[in-house]
Each structure stands twice: as structure tokens, then as C-alpha cells.
């Protein structure tokens, strides 16, 4: 199944978000540190309400360290970013694809970029909107990838 990475992340409640979309699949959620709060901080755990004992939570430390624990998972890692090459809804997932998306201010950083084998993006009608939320982009990214792998319950 699909992994979500989040590379980064800064707001509390988008995480949370994350979180219970995380929960309520059983999808692994990842978090690459630095994050812009602590994951005992109350508004992460009062957006994701009372579900994060639901919630197969990894946090790494750094990049590095989540490089080498991917290493050893294998699968691809797909960033979506807004400056991805193909439409999100025309990529072929894969069951053990890692979807990456970067932090709310910035996206994903370049080098992260650079190491992804494919680049996806959420097309946005209106070109005064630079972005979709973050936790709206993991569940379109999760739920696009759960549909063509046979995971809708």
C-alpha cells in the first residue's frame, strides 16, 4: 500500500489532517523532520482529534535518516509538487509508492525533488491560486493511488 511522506511539514492542523486521512486508510504516515511543531503540541493532536492511536506513525530525524530507512523498505518515491511533470490523475501508481509532499511555505525541496523518479501535480483551474492546502493534497494524492491500486472499501 501507498505511503504519505510529509518532507518538513510546519502547520499543526495540517498534519493532524493528514493524520486522521492516514488513520482512517491505514496508511503509514511519515514525517521528515525539521517539523514546524511538536508532534505532542495540542493543536496537531486536536486536528486529528482522537484518532492518533490510529495513526502508523513514523518520524525521522532528517532526510539522511529517512533516505536509509526507505533504502531499506524499497519502493518509488513520487513527489507531488506544483511544478510536477505529469497530472496526478494520469501516473501509474504503484502498491509500495512513497507519496512525498513538501512543507506549506516552500514544497518540496530540490534535492528531494531531484531524487524522486516521478513528479506528479494537482491541476488548478485558476492560475491566481499558486496551490491546493497540503492535507487536500495528500488525500487527492492517497485516495488517486488507493482507487487504481483496488483499495476503496
Not at 10 to 20: D, E, K, S
Not at 60 to 74: A, I, M, P, T, V
Not at 90 to 106: A, I, K, V, Y
Request: proline share 7%; net charge neutral; charged share 15%.
Amino acid at each position: 500500500m501507498p505511503k504519505v511522506v510529509l518532507v518538513h511539514p510546519l502547520i499543526p492542523p495540517n498534519t493532524g489532517n493528514v493524520a486522521r486521512t492516514c488513520a482512517a486508510t491505514q496508511t503509514e504516515l511519515h514525517l521528515v523532520a525539521p517539523l514546524g511543531f511538536e508532534i505532542s503540541d495540542r493543536t496537531v493532536k486536536r486536528a486529528g482529534l482522537d484518532y492518533w492511536i490510529y495513526v502508523n506513525l513514523h518520524v525521522h530525524s532528517c532526510l539522511d535518516s529517512f533516505r536509509l530507512y526507505h533504502q531499506q523498505q524499497g519502493g518509488r518515491w513520487i513527489g507531488f509538487s506544483t511544478k510536477g511533470s505529469k497530472n496526478y490523475s494520469h501516473f501509474q501508481f504503484q502498491d509500495n509508492d512513497w507519496l512525498l509532499f513538501g512543507s506549506e511555505t516552500e514544497g518540496l525541496p530540490p534535492d528531494v525533488i531531484a531524487e524522486c523518479p516521478a513528479t506528479v501535480h494537482i491541476p488548478i483551474a485558476e492560475p491566481g491560486v499558486r496551490s491546493l492546502n497540503l492535507s487536500v493534497s495528500a488525500a487527492i494524492g492517497l485516495f488517486e493511488a488507493r482507487r487504481q491500486l483496488g483499495y476503496l472499501n
